[in-house]
């Protein structure tokens, strides 16, 4: 099998073009793909290993990059993370400095990225998956996936 990484560039390149702009971002992707980043990262640290390497055996080349980059598999406890609030620090850790002006000191602006984030990741991922993903999510965050898997 050729790897063809010009492809995965422009495919990328284009996924980063129509998020920026679903999220409100106008051409900024740099800011879209911080914010992809930061909320593909806390979602790593929160689910099993094993759900991770399902869910991203169903991502597109591009966004496993994106997923796999700085992780390692390392024996550690996942993080118990119980509230949307406790997540969305999270991921505003995982964006660092950038944060605060990615975030806009806004908990709802917060999540509305991350609600259109998992609203885009369902053309990738099944319904299945998500479902699996959730399940394993405490109650607090089930609705974080919930509402946006069943379209």
């Keep these: 099998m050729a790897l063809n990484f010009n492809q995965y560039a422009t495919e990328g390149n284009t996924f980063l073009k129509e998020y920026a702009k679903e999220m409100n971002l106008g051409d900024n992707r740099e800011k879209a793909g911080r914010i992809l980043a930061s909320i593909l990262h ?9 759900e991770s390497l399902q869910f991203l055996a169903q991502l597109p080349m591009f966004l496993k990059g994106v ?14 993370i ?43 991922i099944s319904l299945g998956e998500l479902e699996d993903i959730r399940d394993g999510l405490p109650k607090d965050l089930k609705n974080m996936i919930y509402s946006n898997i069943m379209f």
């Design 67 to 80: 997923y796999v980059n700085g992780w390692t598999l390392r024996k550690k406890k996942k993080l118990k």
């Design 82 to 124: 119980k509230h949307m609030a406790d997540f969305i620090d999270l991921v505003r850790k995982h964006d660092g400095p950038a944060a605060i002006n990615d975030f806009e000191y806004s908990d709802e602006v917060a999540e509305q990225y991350i609600d259109t984030t998992f609203i885009y990741l369902r053309k990738y």
């Design 42 to 50: 806390a979602l790593r640290d929160i689910i099993s290993t094993e």
